[in-house]
């Protein structure tokens, strides 16, 4: 289990997808612009880092799944960060144009 700095480009893609959709709820829904959602998206992100550290340490040990050429892409943490600063967006999006019954 050792962290790999050397892995397919297409967590790139990935990362930026992520990235940039992030951005465009953001941006869409203005929520740069209060700072203290910022800093909760930041604190929510760390705190999913965190829970998907754990489930892939656990994974890769138990032997449920494995990155190819070695476990632990260095961009897979980065990519983890920004899904679930996206996630939020997404929910909070979601949320506000959802018609309430």
């Known amino acids: 289990m050792n962290l ?4 397919n480009q297409n ?4 990362f930026f997808a992520f990235l940039v959709s992030w951005l ?3 941006i869409h829904r203005k929520s740069y612009k209060n700072k203290k959602e910022i800093k909760k998206q930041i604190c929510l992100a760390f705190i999913g880092l965190f829970i998907l550290l754990v489930m892939e340490v656990f994974a890769v040990t138990m032997d449920l799944w494995h990155y190819l050429p070695n476990d632990w892409p260095i961009i897979l943490w980065p990519t983890y960060f920004v ?3 996206f996630g939020h967006q997404l929910f909070k999006f979601v949320e506000e144009n959802t018609v309430k019954f």
């Open 4 to 7: 790999i700095f050397q892995f």
């Open 11 to 14: 967590w790139y893609v990935i």
């Open 24 to 26: 465009i709820l953001l």
């Open 83 to 85: 899904a679930v600063l």
